[in-house]
Every structure is written in structure tokens, then in C-alpha cells.
């Protein structure tokens, strides 16, 4: 027998050519944990499924990424739809995946969690970054399809609570793969606008297929930044939606919403008058307390008989000038007495008293009194002052007494 000489190119056609003619391998579904997993910037995804025992590259094309539902991850178990080819130019052998779903959970539950998750770490769920609804709304924008249930349930709440209410409706589609993006659009919009007081957006129940655009991520965060507050309102009171968490409340159907948010008109006008008749109580009584403190006063002395009190009073500052004027006399006395005290004192330790009283005074030439021997010395010229003159004396010899220790 011939053999047949290939080159590898033709090898790995041939090769190429049996896996992809092979009916099996052509509409291959593998079930395997995910690994290796890598994201080109072309949106091209490669990775590798693997069991307990062998592992198989793997290429999921951009096209083909783009309906993926979930975010696929290292780890995550899943069945994956392809065919089995060879890239010829190096011989790699690997499964081209169309489809690709977890194993053992839905796609659009994952996709949820995986999203709820992302965003409760950015914050946007938080509790204290949510705008408080407005008490008494003037206007309400409605974002939901005009085709739809809900609207109908969410006019005819508000015309029966408050037909004061102004509603203005932004319509939306609620459904189908352009539902997102055209309810960003509206919520955009309505905040653009600015003359809202609050925002409901929603539709009425359906599967959870049919609620999957209010699960975008880009309308959550649109949700969480709002200058407008929203209340969510989609499908049933056991539907959730990722919209219900970015919302800054949620409510369980369209019609509980309109609940929410519009004020009823009979109980508004039952506080008003109810703070009215406060307000009428309370100034009654306040007039009566002011009209007895009135009768109190007006019955006073004081003001039934003015001038006698004027009376009294003059009365009693001319008692206290009289006694003023007496203690000043007084204290005028004590105090003329007492100088006159200091004064003899003062003059009698004068150094003239001390003279007349038969003492003498030695002063220096210039007059300064000499209470030292020390100060001068023989030869030196000195006054000696005495009760009935002065003797003008030279010093022949000075001695200093001797000081005991």
C-alpha cells in the first residue's frame, strides 16, 4: 500500500475536516468547569472547561459573547453549545462555543446575583444615599409603556386619592432587548426636564424574561443618581428587580405605588382642618389668658390710683435727702476732727518742736541736716541750729563711736 506523503498544513486540514464533519463534535454540548479564563479587548472570550481528568481550549467569539446573560468566571461550572475544530496554523484543537450557560442555575438568576452583588459593593444600594420622597408631590412622571396595565392602575389610584396631583407620563418600552436602554433614555430625560417631584417607573407583572430590563446595570446606576426620587414598581409583590434596589423605594405593584406617593386629598384636608382647629383653640386661649392678665393689671394700685404712688414715692426720696444730708454732715465732722488729729501729731514731731524743746540740729553749709558723724571730717564746716539761732562751727576732730558686735 501507497502511503500518502502530507504537509502539515494539509494535516491539519484533513484533521480539521474530520472534526467538523463529525456529527457529534459538529454540535458538541460539554459540560465542565471553566478555567484560564481570559477577556480580550476584541470581546473575544478564551478559557478552558475542564473535569476531574482532562481539559479542552476553548473560544467563544464577540458576537456570540454579546448575548451572554451571565458573567462567566474561574470556577464556575457550565454547558457549553459549539463544534469541535483545529486552528490549522498551530495544530490547536478546541471547542468554538456558541452558547453558554451555568450549570445547575439559570442564567438570568446568576446574571442577577452577579449584578446585585457588583453593585451592593458600589454602594448603590445604600440605605443613606437615597433621596426622601416628597410629602406632598405636585407632579409625578410616569415612566412605563402607555400600552400597558399599568398606567391605567396608576391614574385611576391617583385621580381617586388627589385628582390635584398633576401626572406626566414619559413613555417606555418595558419589554423586549431595547427596553433598557429606552427606559434610561426616559429617566434621563424626566431628570433633564427637572420639574418633577417624584418619579414612578415600572410595569405590571409578567416572567421574569418580561422583567429583565429593569435588571440593566446601566439603569440601576442612572436609578441611584437621580436628582429626582424614584419609586420602583415592577411586575408583582413577589417580583424583584435589581431597579427595586437602586430605587429610592420600592413598591410592590404600579397601584401600591400610586398609593405611596400621591397624598390622599380627603385626609390632607382632614389634617388642615384639624390644624386649624389647633390653631383656633390655641389663639382663644391665649386671648382669654391675655384678657385676665389685662383685668389683673387694670386692677392694680398702681394704675387706679397713679398719683398716689407718685405721692408716696416723693414722700420717701425726700426722707432719703434728709437722711443723706445728715450723714454727710456727720461723716464731714468725723473727718475734720480726725485731720485735725494727724495735723497736731504731724507738727508736733516736727524738727522744729524738737528745737524749742531745748535740742539742737547739725546741718552742712547748704542746709541738709547731718544725722551722722561719719558724714565729715575735721576742718569740715557745719551749722549747728538751736531754739534761738545758729552757731557756725568747724570740726577740730571727728571720733565715731565704736560699734558693738
Request: proline share 5%; with cysteine; charged share 25%.
Amino acid at each position: 500500500m501507497k502511503r500518502t506523503v502530507l504537509s502539515v498544513t494539509q494535516l491539519n486540514l484533513r484533521a480539521k475536516n474530520v472534526l467538523e464533519t463529525d456529527p457529534i463534535l459538529s454540535e458538541a454540548i460539554v459540560h465542565g468547569e471553566i478555567s484560564n479564563w481570559k477577556s480580550h479587548t476584541s470581546g473575544h472570550l478564551y478559557f478552558s472547561l475542564k473535569d476531574s481528568q482532562s481539559s479542552i481550549s476553548c473560544v467563544m467569539f464577540r458576537p456570540q459573547a454579546a448575548r451572554l446573560k451571565f458573567d462567566p468566571e474561574n470556577g464556575l461550572r457550565v454547558l457549553a453549545l459549539g463544534h469541535v475544530s483545529l486552528y490549522e496554523k498551530t495544530g490547536a484543537y478546541q471547542l468554538y462555543v456558541d452558547y453558554m450557560e451555568p450549570k445547575g442555575i439559570g442564567a438570568a438568576a446568576l446574571a442577577f446575583e452577579q449584578l446585585k452583588k457588583k453593585l451592593a459593593a458600589m454602594g448603590v444600594f445604600d440605605q443613606d444615599k437615597k433621596l426622601p420622597l416628597p410629602k406632598y408631590p405636585k407632579r409625578v412622571a410616569l415612566i412605563t409603556s402607555v400600552s400597558g396595565a399599568a398606567i391605567r392602575d396608576i391614574i385611576n389610584v391617583s385621580r381617586r386619592r388627589n385628582p390635584n396631583v398633576e401626572l406626566v407620563v414619559a413613555p417606555a418600552l418595558c419589554q423586549g432587548e431595547d427596553a433598557p436602554k429606552d427606559l434610561l433614555r426616559a429617566l434621563l430625560m424626566v431628570n433633564k426636564w427637572g420639574k418633577a417631584d417624584v418619579i414612578i417607573m415600572g410595569r405590571g407583572g409578567g416572567s421574569q424574561e418580561d422583567l429583565s430590563p429593569f435588571n440593566d446595570e446601566q439603569l440601576a446606576l442612572a436609578i441611584a443618581d437621580s436628582k429626582i426620587p424614584v419609586v420602583s414598581a415592577v411586575g408583582h409583590e413577589t417580583d424583584f428587580t435589581i431597579s427595586d434596589f437602586a430605587a429610592a423605594l420600592r413598591a410592590p405593584t404600579p397601584s401600591a405605588a400610586a398609593e405611596i406617593v400621591v397624598p390622599s386629598l380627603p385626609e390632607m384636608q382632614k389634617a388642615v382642618q384639624s390644624r386649624v382647629n389647633r390653631m383656633s383653640f390655641l389663639l382663644k386661649r391665649r386671648s382669654e389668658e391675655g384678657r385676665s392678665r389685662l383685668r389683673g393689671l387694670t386692677n392694680r394700685p398702681v394704675l387706679k390710683r397713679p398719683l398716689e404712688g407718685i405721692y408716696n414715692q416723693q414722700g420717701y426720696v425726700a426722707s432719703l435727702g434728709s437722711r443723706l444730708s445728715r450723714e454727710a454732715e456727720r461723716l464731714a465732722a468725723g473727718k475734720a476732727q480726725q485731720l485735725s488729729r494727724l495735723a497736731g501729731l504731724l507738727e508736733s514731731m516736727s524738727y522744729q518742736r524738737t528745737i524749742e524743746r531745748g535740742f539742737a540740729m547739725a546741718s552742712t553749709p547748704d542746709g541738709k541736716p547731718l544725722v551722722s558723724a561719719s558724714a565729715i571730717g575735721a576742718g569740715d564746716v557745719f551749722s549747728v541750729v538751736m531754739r534761738d539761732g545758729e552757731i557756725k562751727s568747724q570740726a577740730l576732730e571727728v571720733e565715731l563711736a565704736i560699734q558693738k558686735e
